[in-house]
């Protein structure tokens, strides 16, 4: 699977892609929103880990500009403030993670999600 880290700080990335890495993924990095649109638009990540508070084009913008480019792709929000969660924009993400030392629950949530889009849809009742 091939995983885009979008996080402005250096530690926090190198982090992720360690651990994404030791699962046997391969990462994409990005340090904002600009290099995080062009690696979706080149690389086509399986899906997009997105920090929201970051300079420049904030995660919510970028979530919005990614969410246009492919509305297939699953992409997690993963922030430390809970407050975005609310934010209607937010409800766009597959997924809301607030930021932990244990990434147990960021792991999990990014293999659900990409297993969820790769399923499709549940079947309707029919009527």
Do not use: C
């Not at 997105?50 to 997690?76: E, K, Q, S």
């Not at 930021?99 to 293999?111: F, H, I, N």
């Not at 889009?117 to 549940?122: F, L």
């Amino acid at each position: 699977m091939r995983v885009l880290i979008v996080e402005d700080d250096d530690n926090q990335r190198l982090l992720y892609r360690e651990t994404f890495e030791a699962d046997g993924h391969q990462v994409l990095e990005a340090d904002g929103a600009p290099a995080a649109i062009e690696l979706v638009r080149s690389d086509r990540p399986d899906v997009v880990v997105l920090d929201i508070n970051m300079p420049g084009l904030d995660g919510l913008d970028t979530l919005a500009a990614i969410h246009a480019l492919d509305r297939r792709l699953p992409i997690v929000l993963n922030t430390a403030y809970t407050a975005y969660r609310e934010h209607f924009v937010s409800w766009i993400a597959d997924a809301y993670v607030v930021k932990s030392s244990d990434l147990t629950e960021l792991r999990e949530t990014v293999r659900d999600v990409v297993a969820r889009r790769a399923r499709g849809p549940a079947p309707q009742e029919p009527t």
